[in-house]
């Protein structure tokens, strides 16, 4: 049985969601490790919530239609309506997370997604791809200018920014605003205990962001180019079209979904390579495994740690009832590295094969810019070592990023 590590205990489950040990940050695998082989469904019945970590579990709760997103479909049917609305400080960024698609479930969550899906079938992805490799190549040669380049600040953060602002059609001048909105919103989706002034922050983000692309929907109506926004607003389906609110609420859905994700991907899938000498080996021997190298990082580092669902009613698994109402967290990471779905789990291994790991979640939310993500991390690596097969880690152990949500690092000095 594994050793519970020393910074934990089993009561300290809670505390752990809510204070985000450095160690765990660190080194989460440990924990990981033990939760599956000894916790698999840890309970905080009393704070009312459960964390699973299996594979099986974690597919379960994903795909299974009595877990929701919206609380109030998780309360008995005569009590639905009866949800209080958010304070006035949270009531932009609310305006905005309930028109998510991430965020609703049917029928609504149908509506959205059908009317998004287009812009990510393949036809679209080949439009995009010679513009993602250009971006891409773009910055690898400019990295070669940096006195001591950071992966992350010069690569991998500036990347999927300019994606996301070209497959949407936000003039380039306007990217720098985009980053700092993206951190904004992912500071929301963190929740926890937030710094002082941050719902101050928030709301300040959520009204410039929605004002930004208010302005941009109304010049689009007008003179429609080849870009998503006109594209979203041409989209219908079954006489359905999405409203402004929800219009400008995908816009925004796109750039924290697709930012503050692709950057920890492409961050990990290079510090897995670097950390496996052998792996990086016959990647460099063979290009064409970049995509498979891909998909391992994904498994190996998810960059989306966990996510939640509400029973919408009593629910045995594990030999467990979660309760009507509870949450349920389930550990994408975790369930990643369950050795009852993969062999030798904590083995980094590219050309792992079947690979189905979790790290774009599964069931009716399963990541939509899942194509996009795969397309950014392989013309990524395939633009980096092209130019940089002897890179390696500058001195010293690249830090972590302190997130609960997210597994990436915060910087990536390099040996070029
Ligand atoms: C490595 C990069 C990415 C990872 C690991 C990732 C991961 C995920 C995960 C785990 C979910 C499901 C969350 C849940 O069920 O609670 C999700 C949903 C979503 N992702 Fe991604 N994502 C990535 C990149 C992207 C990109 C590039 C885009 C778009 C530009 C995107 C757009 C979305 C959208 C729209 C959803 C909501 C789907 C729905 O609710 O039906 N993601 N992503």
């Known amino acids: 049985m594994q050793e519970l590590p020393a910074a934990f205990a089993t009561s300290d489950i809670e505390a752990w969601f809510r204070t985000y040990s450095p160690r765990l940050h660190g080194s989460p695998n440990e924990f990981y490790a033990y939760l599956l082989e000894s916790e698999p469904l840890s309970g905080v019945a009393d704070a009312g919530y459960w964390v699973a970590s299996r594979y099986e579990d974690v597919n379960r709760i994903l795909k299974d239609p009595v877990f929701v997103r919206e609380s109030r479909n998780a309360l008995p049917e005569p009590q639905r309506q009866e949800l209080p609305p958010p304070s006035e400080e949270w009531k932009p960024v609310g305006e905005l997370l309930d028109n998510w698609m991430l965020f609703r479930d049917p029928p609504a969550h149908t509506r959205l997604r059908r009317l998004v899906s287009h812009a990510f079938l ?3 992805m080949d439009r995009l791809e010679p513009k993602v490799r250009g971006i891409a190549e773009y910055l690898a040669d400019e990295m070669a200018e940096a006195s001591r380049p950071d992966l992350i600040a010069s690569f991998a953060f500036p990347l999927p920014v300019i994606v996301i602002a070209e497959l949407l059609g936000v003039p380039p001048e306007d990217r720098e605003l985009f980053k700092a909105w993206s951190h904004v919103f992912a500071g929301v989706l963190e929740g926890g205990d937030r710094p002082a002034g941050f719902a ?4 300040q ?4 962001i929605s004002a930004y692309f208010r302005d941009l929907i109304a010049e689009r109506k007008t003179a429609p180019r080849e870009d998503m926004i006109s594209e979203l607003i041409a989209a219908h389906e079954q006489g ?15 750039l924290v979904a697709g930012h503050e994700t692709t950057v920890n991907l492409i961050g990990n899938s290079v510090y897995c390579l670097l950390r496996h000498p ?20 994904l498994r190996f580092e998810s960059p989306v740690r966990m996510t939640s669902r509400i029973a919408s009613a009593d629910y045995e698994i594990g030999g467990r009832t979660i309760r009507q109402g509870q949450s349920a967290n389930v550990i994408l990471g975790a369930a990643n590295r369950d050795p009852a779905q993969f062999e030798r789990p904590n083995v980094f291994d590219i050309e792992r094969s079947p690979n189905r790991h979790l790290a774009f979640a599964s069931g009716p939310h399963f990541c939509l810019g899942a194509p996009l993500a795969r397309m950014e991390g392989e013309l990524a690596l395939s633009a980096l070592l092209s130019r940089y097969p002897r890179m390696r880690l500058a001195d010293g152990e690249p830090n972590w990023r302190q997130s609960l949500l997210f597994r990436g690092l915060e910087t990536m000095p390099l040996y070029l």
């Open 205 to 208: 983000a959520a009204e410039e």
């Open 240 to 254: 359905e079209r999405l409203t402004e609110q929800e219009l400008v609420a995908t816009c925004v859905l796109m």
């Open 278 to 297: 052998d792996q990086l080996a016959l990647l460099l021997a063979r290009p064409e495994l970049a995509a498979s190298a891909v998909e391992e990082a």
């Open 122 to 124: 393949p036809r679209a």
């Open 200 to 203: 101050l922050q928030a709301k």
